[in-house]
């Protein structure tokens, strides 16, 4: 389908990542949901630079719902003033009171609305068109739906332009529904995920999948960072793997310094799934953050996307703070992660990540065809 050497797909918000992937003989997928349009152009230009023509692809979050005050922000009614005017003030001075607790200064709500930080504003249908077709002007091999159906809209447009649609399912049936609607590639994502995920383990989800929607095919995903897993995916009858955590601790991952040495001092035990971040439950490193979101005196978290609004400047200005030793900052900080946390122990190049895990996989059939005799 995509004239790739391994069947790796590699999900990244970080330019650096899908590049070295893809040029490794893997397929980088650029996570797009942070980025404006303009943006968006000057990432996917970059990597066009940088790829020699091997394929790449983008996925695009298009949420099924949002809060309706959102959608008129994203229909081009207020924009961001909007949005941050619709978080409820009980939420603000929950977020005052953390950064006063755990001593850390507030960021400067002025300054971004000054200088147009949109971020979760993408997050709504009209958002997410804009970014669609930034995207299939470029030369991509593959466009992704990270939440819900892909609209009729990505569908018409990626099949007008030759370019296949992946959509990311926690269920069987989520799968039966994306292929409906004219997927051509399934991601079966178990519960052990991190970012957006549903409860069903990798395990359980990738065979049922399978099952339901031959013959489209499948990526496993889902706490897979080793070629063992990688083995293991294919055995249950996955066409290949789509990976996402492992990358966070290589040397040219987006993490923040302060986050990547959580990271590396994670075990398997230290995520949660937590709305804290965007509103819908989302799997990351647990942290005083989501402690405190999750916690009796919390007034709950928003909606999508009012909770990635308030979320996302907030940890920014934690990220940038940390990096100074901040104590409290630290405590604070998180962020999107799976399970294979525990497996993530020392930073590497990307490449090399692509590599390693290309050997264990063929150490591992290695290891079946002397249990069966095979040659």
């Known amino acids: 389908m995509f004239g790739i050497e391994f069947p790796l797909l590699a999900f990244s ?6 590049a070295a992937v893809t040029n490794a003989g893997g397929m980088g997928v650029l996570g797009a949901v942070a980025y404006t349009p303009e943006r968006l152009e000057e990432e996917l230009r970059w990597i066009d630079d940088h790829v020699d023509g091997r394929p790449y692809g983008v996925d695009v979050l298009v949420p099924g719902k949002i809060d309706e005050s959102a959608e008129r922000a994203g229909r081009g009614e207020g924009g961001l003033d909007t949005m941050l005017a619709a978080v ?6 929950f977020l005052a009171g953390l950064f006063e607790k755990y001593d850390v200064p507030p960021p400067d709500l002025d300054r971004a609305r ?24 470029h030369p991509i091999r593959l466009i992704a739906s990270a939440l819900g159906t892909p609209p009729p809209l990505m569908v018409d447009k990626a099949r007008a332009a030759g370019i296949p649609v992946a959509a990311l399912v926690g269920t069987a049936e989520h799968a039966r529904r994306q292929v409906a609607a004219g997927v051509d590639l399934i991601v079966a994502q178990g519960g052990e995920a991190g970012g957006h995920t549903g409860e069903i383990s990798t395990m359980v989800l990738v065979p049922e999948v399978v099952d339901t929607v031959a013959p489209v095919p499948v990526l496993a995903a889902g706490g897979i960072a ?22 966070l601790t290589t040397e040219e991952a987006e993490t923040s310094p302060a986050v990547k040495a959580k990271l590396l001092a994670a075990t398997s035990r230290d995520t949660v799934r937590s709305r804290s971040r965007t509103g819908k439950p989302a799997r990351q490193l647990r942290s005083a953050w989501t402690d405190e979101w999750d916690g009796p005196a919390s007034p709950g978290p928003l909606g999508m996307p009012l909770q990635m609004i308030l979320a996302q400047g907030a940890m920014a200005q934690i990220d940038k703070v940390a990096a100074t030793g901040n104590p409290g900052a630290r405590e604070l900080a998180n962020y999107y992660v799976g399970q294979c946390v525990g497996l993530m122990n020392t930073v590497k190049p990307a490449r090399q990540v692509v590599y390693d895990m290309i050997e264990e996989f063929a150490d591992a059939l290695d290891r079946l065809n002397g249990i069966t005799g095979g040659d």
Not at 114 to 128: F, L, S
Not at 236 to 246: E, K, T
């Open 13 to 18: 918000h970080c330019r650096d990542v899908v």
């Open 88 to 93: 409820p003030r009980e939420h603000w001075r």
């Open 226 to 247: 080793t070629g063992r897993q990688m083995a293991a995916a294919l055995a249950l009858g996955a066409s290949g793997v789509w990976c996402g955590s492992v990358w």
């Open 114 to 137: 000054r200088t147009h930080r949109r971020g979760g504003t993408q997050v709504t249908k009209e958002g997410a068109t804009e970014l669609i077709e930034v995207s299939l002007a």
